[in-house]
């Protein structure tokens, strides 16, 4: 199994950890509330070295990355960032992509739902081998910073002008005499980086940035807070929902495929499920009364009849419920309608539109700070 | 299926449509109106589309809705169905006055 450059600074800070596809990774720091807290009101560190990343030369790149993900890699500016994703050659999706186009060269980072050991291979059977590829999961960490404040700690890593980048945008910064690479991304609806970090200065800039965080308020986190944070922003998790939906189609991710590309990897069988028509939808769901749980598979009944289950849940402390996805037959995929759970007299839930809430980043403008 | 469902599905559905084909045109958007999912988001992530775009979205909304979104109010554009609700409840709040 593999084990993050950053286990044992947060096996210090007393976190629990968890194996992710063969990637031991910290599940937990404290307490749900508190890392829920610490993210929506002011900053956490999170170690997301679960993260797969590749390295590509310019050209290389750029031809066998965009023969394998759903996404236009040609189209991406200088700078930018793409996020896509990877299916099979069923069309199932494997991996949720961020690609970068950064410096004469790509950078990949992925979060999938194969083990860790078996991501290389599914690339080199792809045609990886002719592309000149650096694989960075082993050598390097990722630092995951998100929050309302989480520009606090890159602006003071970086400077100022780190406040300009726009979301979906990578940079390059030194620290140490060493090569940082920056992604503006996140899935929380917060502020949110990643840092991706050589192993020779991994130890002291996790210190530094722990210590920017605690100056700011902010703290630890482990990734499980994640799910429920990317739930209420209706961020796709793919360890979630994604895990148990699949067909890219019904998870509503057309927006990650361009549908003009006459090749890549699992082309064949989407263009095929959606020549036949979409006959089920993914949409978010809200409990009526604050205990009623919605546990994973619970199934939802309208009039009498099995019509849908719970895929992916989390209980919302901004709303005061729980939140959900249900995959639905396409003619009740619609916002504003009630059912029962568990049971054809079972508490009443209701389909919702997505994203449920308003996170406090969206109020701020970082280049006007 | 329940008349209220029916007619929630139906008003709703009304709506949807105009929306997605009038989004679809307006932006010169490469996908059908089956391939956008209501929840996907507009600005930013999902669609990715700039302040423009969101121009062209809020006349969009005046012009086929007749609904006025507020300057300040940056929660009406985050999805498609974000953009449905406000359309319903300007509906729904001009039909009660009248």
Redesign the interface.
């Known amino acids: 199994m593999r084990k993050s450059l950053f286990y044992d600074f947060f096996k210090q800070h007393n976190a629990v950890f968890e194996n992710r596809y063969e990637i031991e990774v910290p599940k937990q720091v404290s307490d749900e509330q508190s890392e829920y807290n610490l993210i929506r009101n002011t900053l956490g560190i999170t170690d997301t070295s679960h993260m797969q990343c590749f390295c590509f030369p310019e050209e290389k790149g750029l031809n066998f990355l965009d023969s394998l993900v759903a996404g236009n890699v040609a189209k991406i500016r200088f700078g930018r960032i793409l996020h896509t994703f990877m299916a099979n050659k069923d069309g199932d999706v494997i991996a949720d992509c961020y690609i970068a186009n950064n410096d004469e060269e790509f950078i990949l980072l992925c979060e999938s739902i194969i083990n860790d050991n078996e991501f290389l291979p599914f690339l080199l059977e792809n045609g990886a081998s002719d592309s000149d590829y650096v694989d960075y999961s082993n050598d390097y960490g990722i630092i995951g910073i998100d929050g309302y404040k989480a520009w606090t700690v890159v602006k003071e890593l970086f400077g100022t002008d780190v406040l300009g980048l726009p979301y979906l945008s990578c940079e390059k910064y030194n620290f140490e005499s060493e090569k940082i690479i920056l992604f503006r991304a996140g899935k929380t609806s917060e502020f949110g980086y990643y840092l991706i970090v050589p192993k020779s200065i991994s130890q002291k800039l996790i210190e530094q940035c722990y210590d920017i965080a605690q100056k700011n308020k902010g703290g630890l986190c482990g990734v499980e807070i994640h799910n429920a944070l990317r739930l209420e922003g209706r961020f796709f998790n793919i360890y979630k929902e994604g895990a148990i939906v699949k067909d890219p189609l019904v998870l509503g991710l057309q927006w990650m495929i361009d549908f003009s590309k006459d090749n890549f990897c699992g082309r064949d069988a989407i263009f095929a499920k959606r020549n036949s028509g979409l006959k089920s939808k993914i949409i978010g769901i809200k409990t009526k009364d604050a205990s009623c749980k919605l546990n994973i598979n619970a199934p939802i009944y309208y009039n009498n009849k099995k019509v849908a289950n719970v895929v992916a849940s989390c209980f919302s402390y901004l709303l005061n419920a729980y939140v959900g996805l249900a995959v639905f037959p396409i003619e009740l995929a619609f916002s504003g309608l009630e059912f029962n759970l568990d049971s054809e007299n079972g508490n009443i839930i209701q389909t919702i539109s997505m994203p449920p809430i308003m996170p406090k980043s969206l109020s701020v403008k970082l280049d006007e700070l | 299926?329940?008349t209220n469902?029916n007619e929630?599905?139906k008003r709703?559905?009304e709506v949807i449509d105009t929306f997605k084909k009038e989004l679809i045109t307006r932006l010169n958007l490469?996908?059908t109106p089956?391939?956008?999912?209501?929840?996907?988001?507009l600005l930013?992530?999902?669609?990715?589309l700039d302040s423009l775009d969101a121009l062209e979205i809020v006349l969009c909304i005046e012009n086929c809705f007749g609904a006025k979104v507020p300057d300040n109010n940056?929660?009406v554009l985050?999805?498609i169905?974000?953009v449905?609700?406000f359309v319903l409840e300007q509906k729904a709040g001009k039909e009660k006055n009248s």
Request: aromatic fraction near 4%; hydrophobic fraction near 35%; glycine fraction near 10%.
């Open positions: 299926m329940s469902s929630i599905i709703r559905k490469p996908y089956e391939d956008l999912h209501e929840d996907v988001a930013g992530a999902g669609l990715g940056i929660s985050r999805s169905n974000t449905i609700d």
